[in-house]
T-cell receptor
Framework: AQSVTQPDIHITVSEGASLELRCNYSYGATPYLFWYVQSPGQGLQLLLK??????LVQGIKGFEAEFKRSQSSFNLRKPSVHWSDAAEYFC????????????????FGTGTLLAVQP | GAVVSQHPSRVICKSGTSVKIECRSL??????MFWYRQFPKKSLMLMAT?????????EQGVEKDKFLINHASLTLSTLTVTSAHPEDSSFYIC????????????FGSGTQLSVL
């Protein structure tokens, strides 16, 4: 069965420092991978997604992620973190993508809470 | 981009009452809507998948008589928590897929349900 692991529950970085959030997935075929961000009491905002093609994906707010099949990873990175980036980040994989039907359920990781120090 | 409106954003109710949460796709037609539940400091767990005009498909362990889902049109799905109890208190989020573009998923802003 598909699964997503985010090893880091909580990360603190200084403003201006670089950031890498880890995500490992388990999926038999080529996965469809997502990173979402959630601010307190809010819904989810899509940062970026990977379906195929270039393994380095650019997203919004200066985020990028790299798909590494050999490591089953899809880590999220940002060169310089801003205080407004403090939030919870979720990695997700689609379970059973189906363009003709409607089976694109998302399996989420447990999230990584990012704190940014001044 | 596409917008999914979820209403209400916050609701407090008494134990034993029912609460309805609406999820609307404002500028696109959604073939499918998904309902998730998020416990404090936990990930989002898929509760059910709702397809327009048909019965919802519930995930294992989710009581379909407790969490009624209706997807009457391509722009509206509702989740009704029946006879709510304090253990139903949670953050509920819907998402919608675009017709013909199932790789595009858009999330609502969530509903915080508190049952007293």
């Amino acid at each position: 069965a598909q699964s997503v692991t985010q090893p880091d529950i909580h990360i603190t970085v200084s403003e201006g420092a670089s950031l890498e959030l880890r995500c490992n997935y388990s999926y038999g075929a080529t996965p469809y991978l997502f990173w979402y961000v959630q601010s307190p009491g809010q819904g989810l905002q899509l940062l970026l997604k990977y379906f195929s093609g270039d393994t380095l994906v650019q997203g919004i707010k200066g985020f990028e992620a790299e798909f590494k099949r050999s490591q089953s990873s899809f880590n999220l990175r940002k060169p310089s973190v801003h205080w407004s980036d403090a939030a919870e980040y979720f990695c997700a994989v689609v379970a059973g993508m189906n363009y003709g039907g409607a089976t694109n359920k998302l399996i989420f990781g447990t999230g990584t809470l990012l704190a940014v120090q001044p | 981009g596409a917008v999914v409106s979820q209403h209400p954003s916050r609701v407090i109710c008494k134990s034993g009452t029912s609460v309805k949460i609406e999820c609307r796709s404002l500028d696109f037609q959604a073939t499918t809507m998904f309902w998730y539940r998020q416990f404090p400091k936990k990930s989002l767990m898929l509760m059910a998948t709702s397809n327009e005009g048909s019965k919802a498909t519930y995930e294992q362990g989710v009581e379909k008589d407790k969490f009624l889902i209706n997807h009457a049109s391509l722009t509206l799905s509702t989740l009704t928590v029946t006879s709510a109890h304090p253990e139903d208190s949670s953050f509920y989020i819907c998402s919608a897929s675009v017709v013909g573009h199932n790789e595009k998923l858009f999330f609502g802003s969530g509903t915080q349900l508190s049952v007293l």
